[in-house]
């Protein structure tokens, strides 16, 4: 398979400053929000809506975001308000200035149901279960008791870097149009990253919002939480793949929420699979010589050092490729005398 230079391509070489816009299409402007993390920035996407602005996806909510929109209202955005607003998932980045916005200018949330309920959900903090629930999860797993709490430790992130949602919300649907910008966008999901990651596809004129579920170079996060320990959510992001290829066309303008803008989305796609694919080889082939934790098979996936924030990523991802390769019958778990569970190809 040929490389990603040679098979994507970038129409802009170079993403908008930091709380800057772009224009990536008649009435549709590209922003870049700063965030704290390795991955630095959150693409989010504005239309012109007469006297306003749809947005699609907020950015953080801290008070660097804060700034940068007061900037942008003030300035690029003419001093318009925002008169709708769509949130893809449920991820701060995406979702945590929501309520921010809601206090601001009361527009119309449209999300889809998953997404704001889980989202809902993660905003009114932990309850004592939740917390046991956890700390078994990662016990199971292998991880030591000061790695524990450092993952417990990391519970109110969440809460601190979201504002809240309005109280009601106009569900967005597979299959359905919604009109922004002058635009109709066929709605699509996808899960994996996310429970009900929305995504949007104007055929007339081949643009695809995809938020996080189709980036360039990276791929994006898919986990299993304590919530659902023995989900499949790789199943159900390659699923999603498949699909996205099905409904979008080739040659459409890939807007995502990180990274810049591109075209070769089938070539995107399968790439992404066959990244998937690799990383289930590496585990199968570790497993081979004795039976692994998830944990132990962290450093078989992520060759890097990892503080708290990625060892929680790097955990839910390794696994989700073990559960997906229980599910295909391709790796066998068994439990050691310590509760931790081990798994070795079948």
Known sequence: MKDDAELIRHPFSEAPDNGTVREVAPGVLWLRLPLPYALDHVNLYLFEEGDGWALFDTGLGDDVSRDCWDRLLRGPLGGKPIVRLVVSHFHPDHVGLAGWL?????????????????????????????????????????????????????????????????????????????????????????GGHSPEQAMLYCAADRLFLAADQVIARISPNVSVSAMQPKADPLGLYLSSLA????????????????RLPFYGLDHRTRALEAHHADRCAQISEAC?????????????????????HQLSFAFGEALAHINHMVGRGELRTETRADGVLAYHSA
């Not at 008791?145 to 417990?152: F, K, R, T």
């Open 102 to 190: 809601h206090e601001r200018f009361a527009p119309p949330l449209h999300m889809t149901q998953s997404e704001y309920y889980y989202a809902k959900l993660l905003q009114q903090g932990r309850d004592p279960q939740a917390l046991e629930a956890q700390e078994t999860f990662y016990q199971t797993g292998g991880l030591s008791p000061d790695e524990i709490q450092q993952m417990l430790g990391r519970g109110l992130s969440y809460l601190n870097r979201t504002t809240g949602l309005a109280p009601s919300f106009e569900r967005m649907i597979p299959g359905q149009t919604l009109r922004l910008g002058g635009r109709d966008w066929r709605i699509l999901t996808g």
């Open 243 to 258: 699909a996205i290829r099905e409904e979008v066309a080739a040659d459409a303008l890939v807007l995502s929420g990180h």
């Open 288 to 308: 081979r010589a004795k039976p692994l934790s998830c944990k132990e098979l962290v450093p078989v996936l992520f060759r890097r050092a990892l503080d708290s």
